[in-house]
RNA sequence: GGCGACGUGGCCGAGUGGCUGAGGCAAAGGACUGCAAAUCCUUCCACAUGGGUUCGAUUCCCAUCGUCGCCUCCA
């Protein structure tokens, strides 16, 4: 197993990564709540946790990726009443859309995808013990967990409880005790179609609560990695660590690794702003080779724009890519090149840092191109995997030329032999008006797909 | 207001207490080519501002300015 550094949340600290057994690592990404399509800062965590994965495997770890699916809470009940559908209609087909969105970012998906509404068991045994050890109260049948019964309450958030703000909303009389406690269950409201039994009457889960539900479920508690943006540190899992920590005298992970926000212009991405880009809409427009380069050509923990010119160059660093996937051909690397391949492992085991990764990998090209002629492609290979940018190396799909374009190239030879070159140069805009652009190698002349 | 992050060359984006300066995109020049394309080489050589610490700071500390995030649902 290669060492591996990441920058935990709570500590604000590199912290090497200690896997409780063995070689296996627990990760847990909060996924999204499923009222929408996602956009493409949704998708910004589902990518670096999910090359995160692929990176590890490749280092020597064996990971479980678990990344909950929020299918009921009060966006979905107002989303659907808006549509005029059910909640859990509505939850499952955007929860449905989201696996086809994510599909088609072609990076696979994680090892396990859990429903809030699937561990409903679960979350009433870990409010109950809440309970029980009087970290969490019952009023009209909500139940609350009480913030100052556990005195590390802002540790993750590095938040002082003392100074938080205790100005109440001014809606209604609040069942809570402590303007700071937050909903572990809520009672069925008027407008809300779906509710379960428990010991607190019918209700439903709070978002929290889910979260360290299911990731005990799947993962145990002290697992190794939690993560998501960085806009869920508070209170989200501020709420999910205290939870846990309270309940079963552990904390919930190791390392918190939170990434940053999508930005769209100034601001942050989000619905609520509606300065969104949907993810299916980025990938029919540039492609996912350079949605994904894009995601991965900033620090996971920057921010990181959105915009045509970024999606640009995103597209221009893929096509090198592909230029040089022409000489490569499958065996071994010149061991020239293998150090470029072992400082894009290094560069992913310091706080996964794939713009530096992506650094090696074009110095690799670049040394590659140098040398001429063809080159062993098992290096790159190797590092396109763990990117999940394999695919570069295939040959492009799509019909290669046809016939007559082929009868055209075999023209333009003939009066390139007889130095017609006005011959020459009108048949190879023909054939860039066909779609294609000649190269005149050493081996001969070549037809590539015109960019 | 509180907490946190950031400000690097035309643009994006890593990184480091000194031997100066990843990588990509763009531009210009050169090589190759009949001319191109692709590729290679070269050039454009920065670290917000003001102090401080240091033999030495872009890198550490403080202040200022600016930007962003969280403090409410949020990836």
């Known amino acids: 197993m290669r060492p591996v550094r990441i920058h935990d949340s709570l500590t604000g600290d590199l912290l090497p990564l200690e896997p409780r057994e063995g070689n296996k690592v627990g990760i847990y990404a909060c996924g999204p709540t499923v009222y929408g399509r996602i956009h493409v800062g949704n998708a910004r965590p589902f990518v670096v946790f999910g090359i995160l994965r692929r990176f590890l495997e490749a280092a020597g770890y064996d990971p479980k990726l678990v990344s909950n699916l929020t299918d009921v809470n009060d966006k979905i009940y107002a989303a659907a009443n808006a549509a005029g559908v059910g909640s859990s209609q509505l939850a499952e087909e955007m929860g449905s859309l989201y696996k086809a969105d994510t599909d088609a970012l072609g990076i696979g998906r994680p090892d396990a995808e859990p429903l809030a509404t699937g561990h409903i068991d679960e979350i009433i045994t870990l409010i109950a013990d809440l309970i029980e050890g009087g970290h969490a109260y019952e009023a009209e049948g909500d139940v609350y967990f009480s913030v100052r019964s556990h005195p590390a309450y802002g540790e993750l958030s590095h938040r002082d409880v003392d100074q938080m703000d205790q100005g109440e909303g001014v809606e209604g009389a609040s069942l809570k005790r402590d303007s700071l406690d937050f909903a572990l269950w809520k009672a069925t409201k008027e407008g809300e179609d779906t509710s379960w039994d428990s010991p607190w009457g019918p209700g439903r889960p709070g978002w929290h609560i889910e979260c360290s539900a299911m990731a005990e479920a ?28 309270a309940a079963r005298g552990k904390p919930l992970a190791r390392i918190w690794m939170h990434n940053g926000m999508v930005r769209f212009g100034e601001e942050k991405m989000a619905k609520s702003v509606g300065n969104v880009l949907l993810l299916h809409s980025a990938i029919e427009d540039h492609g996912r080779d350079a949605v994904l380069i894009w995601l991965l050509g900033g620090h996971y923990r920057q921010p990181l724009s959105c915009t045509d010119e970024r999606f640009a ?79 570069l190396l295939e040959e492009p799909t799509g019909d290669g030329p046809d016939s007559a374009a082929l009868d055209l190239l075999t023209e333009r030879e003939t009066a390139r032999q007889a130095k017609d070159w006005a011959e020459a140069d009108r048949i190879r805009d023909e054939l860039l008006s066909m779609g294609w652009t000649v190269r005149d190698g050493d081996n001969g002349p070549e037809l590539v797909p015109a960019q």
């Open 218 to 245: 799947e993962l145990g508690v002290d697992f190794e990695i939690h993560g998501g943006g960085s806009d869920l540190v508070f209170p989200h899992h501020e709420n999910e660590q205290a939870q846990t920590a």
């Open 313 to 391: 160059e995103a597209k221009a660093r893929i096509q090198r890519i592909r230029e040089v996937a022409r000489r490569i051909e499958p065996g071994a690397s010149p061991e020239g090149l293998a150090h470029y391949r072992e400082r894009f492992m290094d560069s992913l085991a310091d706080d996964f840092n794939t713009p530096a990764a992506l650094a090696e990998l074009f110095g690799w090209v670049r040394d590659a191109n140098r040398d001429g002629g063809t080159i062993g492609g098992d290096d790159l290979q190797a590092m396109l995997e763990v990117l999940a940018l394999e695919n």
